[in-house]
């Protein structure tokens, strides 16, 4: 077939598999919306920003596990997508961001709404491309979907001068190859880490990301239960292990529950599963898991060392990795291990006031009534901590959210992009209102398309995390923290097409909930519940940056502190 270059876009997109794309359209790009115009095979999203379009494109990929595309054009149009790129990388996600850029003779001329995208985005992508012939265009195509799923995942940039997406060039349809995940281990490596986990007396499992991405969560159980040992999570790794399962103790870090640092601290070996060791993980690295050896297995091998160092690491597949372990190991049990950290879930449970109504409570409810069954989204700050400790997330790709990088703003266009991959699950996004204020234009996008995501804003009043902090830290100096403005956000929500309900009180959420859940089920369209909680309600546990994990405090804690002063 002779086709254009902005047709041959397109017919690589369908030989992805790819369904829908969340863009912004503007001079450069045009010949490919012109395209787009005649091809009915692919949805696209107007998002109302760019920014938005790469969170939904990243949320489409976490939610069903296939690349996310988005589309903008040059200059500010490419620039607005960094910060969702950026998201992207941070937290190993397949997208595929295509630009356009000014023609080849303007390129490198100051020209209006030219920028070197690739060069802004080089250390945050897996890969960047220029496209400057027509003729190698189909194959940049194909290679980019390729390395951003392949191996680790994570994004790739594809810019195309103007000129290409007019040029024309034979095209010849092209089944994508499989992907193949080269093994870098061997039977001894897999023997040798066998031995380790039948030697250790207290072994404790730290599951990150990469059991997500991975697929690994059947295997993983099967993994835990023979080796009977107590598992906990990252932020990313939420619904990898079954949160209600009697091995799980929940998450681990600066707000990981008290059972899972101590039990990391007191293991005798630590296996880090899919996992980065993150400083929000860690803590102060001279103390994490002193009497501890390490067991690292994950796919990336620049992971493998990086922050803290292992006794012996796999590099490969976590899923299939953890198959091959399962099999070459004896089942095990560790008794009284078990019990002791069953001990600590009982002796330090994760608690809230009562009293009055809080984000714990809220969220509560929403696993209540949801059956634990939505796919959640989040963005940043203490609302986020307190959905990845009280929503029991017992499925991988239900907890959408911004780890790496935090990025405020991030969870309504993630919520859009979810909702459009997974049709038929109840979508939800947490957020907090400074984040809200952030990226609440996207309100906008789901009620033009009838995308029927519920919107709940932890309503403080201020900067709650950052709030936290200075309470904490800042002799209570609260700089620039508080939002004090006269914004209606139930107003808001109404102007850009939503339902919206406010709740105050405690009893009013359950109903509140109801029916944001009826009006986005029956009338297909978006809700916001602006839901007004408590200035001074801070999130504990709470690790102190640089403080050892093994120190995390919680509100008696504090309580018992102040007493004795």
């Not at 404790?204 to 906990?232: H, M, N």
């Amino acid at each position: 077939m002779l086709l254009t270059g902005a047709q041959i876009v397109l017919e690589c997109l369908k030989e992805q598999g790819v369904d829908t794309v969340f863009g912004y359209p503007g001079g450069t790009i045009l010949n490919i919306y012109d395209a787009l115009y005649h091809e009915k095979s692919i949805t696209h999203i107007l998002t109302s920003h760019e920014q938005g379009a790469a969170h939904a494109a990243d949320g489409y990929a976490r939610a069903s596990g296939k690349t996310g595309v988005c589309f903008a054009t040059s200059g500010p149009g490419s620039t607005n997508l960094v910060t969702g790129i950026a998201t992207a990388y941070m937290d190993s996600v397949p997208v595929v961001a295509i630009t356009c850029n000014v023609g080849l003779p303007l390129l490198g001329k100051d020209t209006f709404q030219e920028v070197d995208i690739n060069g802004i985005t080089m250390p945050i992508t897996k890969h960047g491309f220029i496209v400057k012939d027509v003729r190698v265009l189909a194959d940049t195509i194909r290679r980019a979907f390729h390395i951003a799923a392949n191996g680790r995942p994570g994004p790739v940039i594809v810019d195309i001068t103007k000129d290409v997406t007019a040029a024309t060039c034979e095209f010849t349809v092209t089944k994508p190859a499989k992907q193949k995940t080269e093994k870098k281990y061997t039977e001894e490596d897999i023997r040798l880490a066998a031995r380790m986990i039948e030697k250790a007396k207290r072994p404790f499992l730290y599951v990150g990301g990469g059991a997500v991405i991975s697929g690994a969560s059947a295997v993983l159980k099967r993994f835990a239960e023979t080796a009977d040992a107590p598992v906990c999570d990252t932020l990313m790794g939420k619904g990898a292990f079954d949160g209600n399962h009697p091995l799980y103790t929940g998450m681990i870090g600066m707000h990981g529950t008290k059972a899972s640092n101590l039990g990391v601290s007191k293991c005798d070996l630590l296996i880090a599963l899919g996992a980065r060791f993150s400083d929000r993980v860690v803590g102060n690295v001279n103390a994490f898991a002193k009497g501890a050896r390490i067991l690292h297995i994950d796919i990336d091998a620049a992971e493998i060392g990086k922050n803290v160092r292992a006794d012996h690491a796999i590099t490969g597949d976590l899923k299939q990795v953890l198959t091959e372990l399962t099999k070459a190991m004896k089942p095990l049990k560790h008794a009284s291990w078990v019990k002791e950290i069953a001990g600590y879930k009982t002796r330090f449970p994760l608690a809230y006031p009562k009293d009055h109504l809080t984000t714990p409570y809220l969220i509560e409810s929403v696993y209540e009534l949801t059956k634990g069954n939505a796919v959640i989204t989040t963005d940043v700050g203490q609302h986020q901590m307190w959905t990845a400790q009280y929503y029991r997330f017992s499925k991988p790709r239900t907890f959408l959210t911004s780890g790496g990088l935090g990025t405020m703003g991030f969870g309504l266009g993630a919520c859009i992009g979810a909702k459009m991959a997974r049709p038929d699950a109840v979508c939800i996004n947490i957020t907090g209102d400074g984040c809200f204020r952030m990226n609440m234009q996207e309100l906008a996008t789901a009620s033009t398309y009838g995308i029927p995501v519920i919107d709940i804003i932890s309503d403080n009043g201020t900067l709650g995390m950052v709030r936290q902090w200075q309470t904490l830290m800042y002799k209570k100096h609260y700089s620039q923290t508080t939002l004090s403005s006269h914004v209606d956000y139930c107003k808001v929500a109404e102007g850009l097409g939503c339902a919206a309900i406010r709740v105050t009180k405690k009893e009013e959420v359950k109903e509140a909930l109801k029916k944001a859940l009826h009006i986005a089920k029956t009338k297909r369209q978006p809700v916001v519940i602006d839901c007004v909680v408590g200035l001074d309600d801070s999130v504990f546990p709470f690790v102190p940056p640089g403080a050892s994990i093994a120190d995390a405090f919680d509100a008696e804690d504090l309580k018992k502190k102040h007493a004795k002063r």
